[in-house]
């Protein structure tokens, strides 16, 4: 299956409410929430505020991103604002395996995610415990990089690794029109799309070109 999760921190936010009808009238029916604390990765972004008034004017899955340090401390309040999937950083986790029944244990989906230069032979011993596994294509922490070629490799042994799981298995970082097909022909599930949807003059026409790219 082919789908684009639009990252909202490349949104407008003095018209968020409006950037997120534009890509669900596209076809979008989850959206990617980056949160970043400026330990994890240089740049601070949002918190559960922000992530409960998204909620509350769509019904697109939310899956939330924590780019930060000792994310367990922090998964109450992002599951009450209302995320559908938590995604944490394996780079950045004490436990992974604690961590990820923990996210389950209150009805969301569990991701964990690796950051390009971590071995992909780490998810091995958590594969019972994830729903949603998060490819890094950059380096996290900024938007607008430079798709890392050599992930792709990555990705491909990741399908491979998950077949006959119920595992969902998603890319982030630097996929646009020109990346965006090397992508899905690894067999992964979704793109998170950022700069190359939100920057466009057509954000609806822009969907669908990466769609049928």
Do not use: W
């Amino acid at each position: 299956m082919k789908i684009i999760s639009p990252s909202l921190l490349s949104a407008d936010f003095r018209h968020i409410a409006e950037d997120i009808r534009k890509v669900e009238s596209a076809g979008a029916d989850r959206l990617h929430l980056d949160i970043m604390d400026g330990n994890f990765v240089p740049s601070i972004t949002f918190g559960p505020l922000i992530i409960n008034a998204i909620n509350n004017c769509t019904h697109c899955h939310l899956e939330t991103h924590l780019m930060i340090q000792n994310p367990s401390k922090s998964f109450d309040q992002y599951i009450k604002a209302g995320s559908d999937t938590l995604i944490f950083h394996i780079e950045a986790s004490n436990n992974p395996k604690e961590e990820l029944s923990y996210i389950r244990e209150n009805n969301v989906a569990s991701g964990i995610a690796l950051n390009p230069n971590t071995d992909e032979k780490c998810l091995l011993p958590l594969l019972d415990y994830l729903d949603y596994i998060l490819i890094m294509s950059v380096v996290p922490g900024k938007g607008g990089q430079s798709f890392i070629k050599s992930t792709l490799k990555k990705m491909e042994n990741i399908v491979q690794m998950t077949k006959g799981r119920n595992i969902t298995i998603g890319v982030d970082g630097g996929v646009n029109l020109d990346t965006i097909s090397k992508v899905y022909d690894t067999g992964i599930d979704i793109a998170i799309v950022g700069s190359a949807l939100f920057k466009s003059d057509n954000i609806t026409q822009r969907y669908q070109d990466l769609i049928n790219a």
